[in-house]
Nanobody
Framework: QVQLVESGGGLVQPGGSLRLSCEAS????????MAWYRQAPGKGRELVAH???????NYADSVKGRFTISRDNPKSTAYLQMTSLKPEDTGVYYC?????????????WGKGALVTVSS
């Protein structure tokens, strides 16, 4: 059973930056692809960024050029560096992990970190 714990959320002004962290435990981190999703108030959950076990990344169009996903395998931690933040980036950010070598694997989720972009 994999546990995911997000940290680094908070209140930031438009144009500011934040870095989210997702620490994993209870599994073999290097086999998991990691992703960040977000859920804005009154909206569904959407994929923000994804990184495979091999380090390939992809991003939602709305965050390309502003957000960077990365991973530190020895620390079993994934990161989401967010820059040039906009009010529409506000939401709860969830970390997700899925075994890259098992097509039937059930993904794991963290409890979320709230990011509020407001002046």
């Amino acid at each position: 059973q994999v546990q995911l714990v997000e940290s680094g959320g908070g209140l930031v002004q438009p144009g500011g930056s934040l870095r989210l962290s997702c620490e994993a435990s209870g599994g073999i981190f290097i086999i998991y692809s990691m992703a960040w999703y977000r859920q804005a108030p009154g909206k569904g959950r959407e994929l923000v960024a994804h990184i495979t076990s091999g380090g390939n990344t992809n991003y939602a169009d709305s965050v390309k050029g502003r957000f960077t996903i990365s991973r530190d395998n020895p620390k079993s931690t994934a990161y989401l560096q967010m820059t040039s933040l906009k009010p529409e980036d506000t939401g709860v950010y969830y970390c997700n992990a899925r075994n890259d070598y098992d097509n039937h694997a059930i993904p794991y989720w963290g409890k979320g970190a709230l990011v509020t972009v407001s002046s």
